[in-house]
């Protein structure tokens, strides 16, 4: 059954259905996104009368996703989305957020903390060394408004484990960068591209998400991509073809 968006975007029956028993640790992550998030610069003051549609229960589908005890860092946590909603919803993942700016990862400390989750939280950037030694082998990157793709393979990739899959929060331009970055991808050592829309039954629109699985053998420059999950591997439709022309062409014009 789906679950429609409340009118007043409060957590409504999406929200009991992905959080749980965890859904008043949910609410209270709201509160503090909508209090010192939004005065500490984490998200915009706007965003505190959305919070629930556009980024709680958006990046909370992001589980059905993730296999089960699954080892996840999420890259460019800021405000802790979609770290944070992950491990709500998910206790048996292994969340860490990685955030470079300072105050953000002292917010991120306190509301870890004042949630009782044992989420880590790390300042560095993912192509520092001592980011890589530490967490390199991760079952799943996660990653949401961070960079274009191709940039964030670049980051992303090497933290994984052979196997292991970003999954990269996208818009409706998802299927164009794919189109746009996968050689590039591919140079990084990524695989079997796809565009998955996830939750459904919880969201509307449904969360959009970039898959790339980093692969076993290294970059073999081989075309491997799926979108939407109904084609077979290395088909592109003509019509996402011709969507990314089109979008290229107004950009120059």
């Known amino acids: 059954m789906f679950h429609v968006k409340p009118a007043d975007d409060s957590p409504g ?9 965890r859904l008043a640790l949910a609410v209270r992550y709201a509160e503090l996104l909508r209090d010192t998030g939004v005065s500490h ?55 860490m957020l990685l955030e470079p700016m300072a105050r953000r990862v002292t917010w ?7 949630l009782g989750l044992s989420t880590s939280v790390a300042r560095g950037r993912a192509e520092e060394r001592k980011v890589r030694n ?21 980051w992303g990739l090497p933290l994984l484990r052979p196997g292991g899959r970003l999954l ?13 970055d996968e050689a590039m991808v591919r140079r990084f050592g990524g695989t079997r591209l796809r565009v998955v ?23 073999d420059g081989r075309r491997s991509w799926v979108v939407d999950g109904g084609r077979s ?7 996402d073809r011709e969507h990314a022309g089109r979008s290229r062409r107004g950009r120059r014009q």
């Open 13 to 21: 029956p999406a929200a009991s259905a992905l959080f749980g028993g």
């Open 41 to 95: 610069g984490l998200i915009g003051p706007r965003e505190g009368e959305r919070l629930w549609s556009r980024h709680l229960l958006n990046c909370a589908v992001l589980a059905e996703l993730v296999e089960p005890g699954a080892r996840v860092v999420d890259l460019g946590s800021g405000a802790g989305l979609p770290g944070i909603p992950l491990a709500l919803a998910r206790p048996d993942l292994e969340v």
């Open 108 to 114: 991120l400390r306190d509301t870890v903390a004042e």
């Open 134 to 154: 530490e967490w390199q082998g991760a079952d799943v990157v996660t990653a949401r408004a961070v960079a274009p793709l191709a940039r964030l393979a670049g």
């Open 168 to 180: 990269a929060m996208k818009g409706a331009s998802a299927a164009e960068e794919v189109i746009r």
């Open 197 to 219: 829309q996830c939750g459904t039954q919880h969201v509307d629109p449904p969360t959009m998400v970039v898959v790339v699985e980093r692969s076993v053998n290294g970059p």
């Open 233 to 239: 591997a290395g088909q592109v439709s003509e019509s």
